[in-house]
Nanobody, 127 residues
């Protein structure tokens, strides 16, 4: 049974930083694509960062240069380092896995169609 559990969300002022973690169990961590999505109130879910089995990363234009996705295969943890946070980064952040996707495809095309999802962690950025 695949389980994903996010942590690390919280409240921060604009310009601050947060690091999200996603603990993964029951999943072949070294294969497939893993990604971070966010969903703000009234908005559709969007992919913000993805990393595929080979380690290639892709970012949404809105977070390029500010967010960094990484994974620790030994610990089976996916990370999202978020710097220079803006109020528009506020939302629920979810980690997800997609076995047959590339990171580029996830960022460009996927909103809800990943294989497994965590329950999310809330990020609030105040101005």
């Amino acid at each position: 049974q695949v389980q994903l559990e996010e942590s690390g969300g919280g409240s921060v002022q604009a310009g601050g930083s947060l690091r999200l973690s996603c603990a993964v169990s029951g999943y072949r961590f070294s294969s497939g694509c893993m990604a971070w999505f966010r969903e703000a109130p009234g908005n559709q879910r969007e992919a913000v960062a993805a990393i595929d089995g080979g380690g290639s990363t892709t970012y949404a234009a809105s977070v390029e240069g500010r967010f960094t996705i990484s994974k620790d295969s030994a610990k089976k943890i996916l990370y999202l380092e978020m710097d220079s946070l803006k109020p528009e980064d506020t939302g629920m952040y979810y980690c997800a896995t997609g076995e047959s996707y590339t990171s580029e495809y996830v960022i460009a095309n996927v909103r809800y169609g990943m294989d497994y999802w965590g329950k999310g962690t809330l990020v609030t950025v105040s101005s």
